[in-house]
């Protein structure tokens, strides 16, 4: 379930901010950050709150998701090793 519901708002996010849907876009920042935190992906959930409070610096946002897409990947892998899936 957060692999899924985590994938799609990483994608939403991105899309977001090149829309430039700023209030769309950090709604589903909060949503991922509780994802996150639910699942204990703290650096996931830190990274959310780290754009929480940069939403009006678009250069560091954008390197921020970029971060943000890269840590999920990591995050993911090592969540299926932990359960036992296939990585």
């Known amino acids: 379930m957060f692999d899924t519901e985590a994938t799609a708002s990483i994608k939403q996010i991105i899309q977001l901010w090149k829309d430039k849907d700023i209030t769309t876009l950090s709604e589903t920042i909060h949503m991922l950050k509780g994802f996150?935190?639910?699942?204990?992906?703290?650096?996931?959930?830190?990274l959310c709150s780290r754009l929480e409070l940069e939403m009006t610096?678009?250069?560091?946002?954008?390197?921020?998701?970029?971060?943000?897409?890269?840590?999920?990947?990591?995050?993911?892998?090592?969540l299926k090793q932990q359960l036992g899936e296939e990585v």
């Not at 996150?36 to 830190?46: K, R, W």
């Not at 560091?60 to 999920?72: G, K, P, S």
Request: proline share 0%; aromatic share 10%; net charge negative.
């Open 57 to 78: 610096h678009a250069q560091e946002i954008e390197t921020v998701i970029t971060t943000l897409h890269d840590v999920f990947e990591k995050t993911k892998y090592y």
């Open 36 to 46: 996150s935190l639910n699942v204990g992906a703290t650096q996931l959930a830190h």
